[in-house]
């Protein structure tokens, strides 16, 4: 779902992403939205002042607004609200103004993510590399995705099954 919200800077798309149907992201009967909005330049802009929390509320209700809409009543079953900004990104995963993706897709990193990449290095033995910046594309749930995958590459070259389990 795309939302387009109003802001001080301009009108900026709120994309909204449901995760309710993988039941690693959120407990049983419970779903999860995310989403992004709003340039870096902006939250750096008002980091450390009042109005960046202000900012963060005011988001989550013109969220909740929008989905509304579409979903009346559904303010009474949110638990919990929190409004991840780009700076939070960087502060957790040092990534440059907060990306949220690696690679660009491209007719080249096209490729690249339906032939995977290889996890490895020439001469370089017992290293595996894992993350955003490994899968075009990128993203949190493309790197959890990343560091599964170099996991069973680990078990594989050990000779042990690869098990996964519930958590």
């Known amino acids: 779902m795309v939302v387009s919200l109003s802001y001080r800077p301009r009108i900026h798309p709120v994309i909204v992403t449901q995760h309710h149907h993988n039941p690693g992201s959120v407990r049983a009967g419970r779903w999860l939205q ?4 709003l340039p870096y330049s902006y939250w750096q802009h008002i980091y450390g002042r009042k109005l960046y929390d202000t900012e963060q509320i ?4 013109q969220v909740i607004e929008q989905i509304e809409r579409v979903m009346p009543g559904i303010r009474a079953d949110i ?5 991840a900004t780009p700076l939070s990104y960087e502060r957790y995963t040092g990534n440059w ?3 949220t ?11 690249m993510l339906l032939l995977g990449v290889d ?20 993203s949190v749930p493309t790197s959890a995705m990343s560091g ?5 590459l680990l ?13």
Request: hydrophobic share 30%.
């Open 79 to 83: 638990e919990v609200t929190d409004v």
């Open 155 to 167: 078990c594989h070259a050990d000779g042990r099954p690869f098990e996964r389990s519930e958590a």
């Open 119 to 138: 996890k490895t290095l020439p001469g370089l033995g017992n290293f595996y590399m894992a993350g955003q910046w490994v899968e075009p594309g990128g």
């Open 148 to 152: 599964r995958q170099a996991i069973q």
């Open 101 to 111: 993706s690696g690679f660009l897709l491209t007719k080249q990193t096209m490729r």
């Open 34 to 37: 995310s989403g992004q909005e």
């Open 97 to 99: 103004q907060g990306a």
């Open 58 to 61: 005011q988001v989550a209700e």
